[in-house]
T-cell receptor, first 115, second 117 residues
């Protein structure tokens, strides 16, 4: 069965510094997709970045980058130059590409950015 | 702008009431939509997959008769919490994906906070 693990319940980072949020996954399917979503206190889920299992390069989207280590089954999110507005819950999720579009979510990491 | 619209944002009602939540895909057709439930400080738990024109697929442990799902058109899925009780109070959120574009992510509605008194 597929599984997503986020071992950091909470993280603190100072404004303008970089932070890494950990995510490991387990699946027997060779084709899958990995996602990171941000959930502010208002509740909406905001898509940040996507990495396909066959992508050769690590995904990047502005200040977000994904450190994809396929052999280790990890997909850590790196946020560079943290901003106060980055304070939120962050969820890692996985989708098996040859299955339905179902997403399985990790337990999340609460990021607090301080001045 | 939002690609998935969810309504209402907040519902407060008495125990025993049935509550309907709508999820609409904007600018794209969604043959499949997903309904999640989230308790405070917890992750999203998939409740069911809403399939246009056919029955929903429920995850293990989710009561079909309690959470009625209807996906009557390619842009609208509804979740009805029947005879709601305080333990049904939660944050419900839907998602959909534009399958015509490759590697499109699931887009989520803004969620519905349901409080049963």
């Amino acid at each position: 069965a597929q599984k997503i693990t986020q071992t950091q319940p909470g993280m603190f980072v100072q404004e303008k510094e970089a932070v890494t949020l950990d995510c490991t996954y387990d699946t027997s399917d060779p084709s899958y997709g990995l996602f990171w979503y941000k959930q502010p206190s208002s509740g909406e889920m905001i898509f940040l970045i996507y990495q396909g299992s066959y992508d050769q390069q690590n995904a990047t989207e502005g200040r977000y980058s994904l450190n994809f280590q396929k052999a280790r089954k990890s997909a850590n999110l790196v946020i560079s130059a943290s901003q106060l507005g980055d304070s939120a819950m962050y969820f890692c999720a996985m989708r098996e590409l040859y299955n339905t579009d179902k997403l399985i979510f990790g337990t999340g990491t609460r990021l607090q950015v301080f001045p | 702008g939002a690609v998935v619209s969810q309504h209402p944002s907040w519902v407060i009602c008495k125990s025993g009431t049935s509550v309907k939540i709508e999820c609409r895909s904007l600018d794209f057709q969604a043959t499949t939509m997903f309904w999640y439930r989230q308790f405070p400080k917890q992750s999203l738990m998939l409740m069911a997959t809403s399939n246009e024109g056919s029955k929903a697929t429920y995850e293990q442990g989710v009561e079909k008769d309690k959470f009625l799902i209807n996906h009557a058109s390619l842009t609208l899925s509804t979740l009805t919490v029947t005879s709601a009780h305080p333990e049904d109070s939660s944050f419900y959120i839907c998602s959909a994906r534009d399958r015509t574009a490759s590697n499109q992510p699931q887009h989520f509605g803004d969620g519905t906070r349901l409080s049963i008194l």
